[in-house]
């Protein structure tokens, strides 16, 4: 085996396949291998680990080839006193994301290992964790909880349809593709256990960039709690993502879009239009889009409102939800089909987004942002008058408006500040609508 014979100093007996989630023997030698060399395990074995070498005592680190050749070159490395000439890399620039390549030409189980590897910490230690069985099998086993249904949800995200790659930064990709995902859950009022990931991206993009994306990625898993179980990559010129996401509600507390009612208030969470307004910012700014401008965060980083519709299911509030990535106008039209019933909306009640001066110079008008723009994740529900007097204006920050009531007539109407009504068409986002928005 590589780690008793290359490295005899190491220590004996290791029981390879216990407790590790039935890895592959080769995959469990190259993280222990790994891990006796204190770096990251981005790559399969040591040799594959490319860089400028320079002295540095402490940070991350790999061998020099023999004879002073590249870092491709052969390995023999026979005792522990051949660790001290490790060496590190150098500052990384992450100027030309775009134009990425790779470390060296991967092949797919390198890179399910680093897909793996950067979802290890992310396991929830101390949790009634439901999967049972993750990466590193043919399929993963999900330990559904008593007394619950489950939620299954699916969603793409593409390069040229959803973002782009030239003015996204990866780190949001990674992040929107599952946040976006999880707001469905959230309309259903459930909890999030698991997603699975399916990524299919070009041989260029194996090096930052990937890094970046799992990052991002990351962080949402973590912050929203759902855990990655498993999934399948390929390679293809452009960037195709699809995210599955499994997630629990209490037995015949999920709340529908069929449930909504004549002469129930309409409800929305936050404001309307600031995802539409930052992919504007973001289209009209040159080179890749700024992650800490306000104006831009909503349509890089939203937030699903999973806490919200839990709370909505858990208090029996809401009759019907949906969410709102789509925009307002036409999930609205989603939600009354289901239900067999119309709406009413008030347009001067409608929560928009703040558009600074310079965007107002350009012709953006707030309502119709807010009535068409899609990305926003914001929750649209359904309070029967009679429970609304109880709901509060806010909910951890966010607000709480009422916009309208539902109606029995079957069209949507938006009344106007003058009292007169017109009909409600839905312009929002159609994949398969051959005009732009």
């Excluded at 920050?397 to 539902?406: D, H, M, N, R, Y």
Aim: hydrophobic share 40%; charged share 25%.
């Amino acid at each position: 085996m590589y780690l008793r014979t290359k490295h005899p100093w190491a220590r004996r007996n290791l029981r390879l396949n216990q407790n590790l989630n039935r890895e592959p023997w080769f995959a469990t030698i190259d993280i222990l291998n790994t891990v006796e060399f204190r770096v990251n395990p981005v790559f399969s074995t040591l040799k594959d680990r490319p860089c400028q070498p320079v002295p540095c005592p402490t940070v991350q680190v790999l061998g020099l080839a023999d004879g002073g050749g590249t870092a491709f070159g052969s390995w023999a490395v026979t005792d522990e006193c051949a660790i001290r000439q490790l060496y590190c890399r150098l500052p990384v620039d992450w100027s030309s994301l775009t134009t990425s390549v790779p470390r060296k030409a991967q092949d797919e189980d390198s890179i399910l290992r680093r897909i793996a590897d950067s979802f290890r910490s992310s396991s929830g230690h101390g949790l009634a964790k439901p999967i049972a069985l993750g990466i590193g099998d043919d399929a993963a086993l999900l330990r559904p909880k008593p007394g619950h249904e489950l939620i299954l949800t699916c969603d793409w995200f593409l390069e040229g349809t959803h973002f782009l790659r030239e003015k996204h930064p990866p780190d949001s990709v990674g992040w929107k593709c599952l946040a976006r995902a999880l707001s469905d859950v959230a309309a259903m009022g459930g909890i999030p256990r698991c997603f699975l990931l399916s990524l299919a991206f070009p041989e260029t993009l194996t090096g930052r960039w990937l890094d970046l994306f799992l990052g991002g990625l990351r962080r949402a898993s973590r912050k929203f709690r759902c855990f990655l179980a498993g999934g399948d990559t390929t390679r293809r010129n452009d960037i195709l993502i699809n995210i599955n996401v499994v997630g629990e509600v209490r037995t015949s507390h999920a709340i529908l879009r069929s449930g909504a009612r004549p002469g129930d208030i309409l409800y929305v969470s936050g404001r309307l239009g600031e995802a539409e307004l930052g992919l504007h910012v973001l289209r009209h700014n040159k080179g890749m889009a700024s992650t800490k401008t306000t104006l831009t965060r909503k349509h890089l980083y939203p937030e699903p409102r999973l806490a919200l519709g839990q709370w909505l299911a858990q208090k029996g509030f809401s009759t019907a939800m949906v969410d709102l990535s789509d925009g307002l106008s036409t999930d609205l039209s989603r939600l009354c089909a289901a239900s067999a019933v119309s709406a009413l909306l008030d347009r001067s009640k409608i929560p928009r987004a703040k558009i600074p001066d310079f965007a107002l110079r350009r012709g953006y008008d707030r309502l119709q942002l807010a009535l068409h723009g899609g990305d926003d994740y914001e929750l649209l529900f359904t309070v029967p008058s009679r429970k609304a007097r109880f709901l509060p204006q806010t909910f951890q920050g966010v607000s709480l408006t009422a916009i309208g009531k539902i109606t029995r007539k079957r069209e949507l109407l938006l009344l106007d500040e003058n009292g007169r009504s017109k009909q409600l068409v839905p312009r929002g986002w159609d994949p398969f609508r051959k005009a732009p928005r």
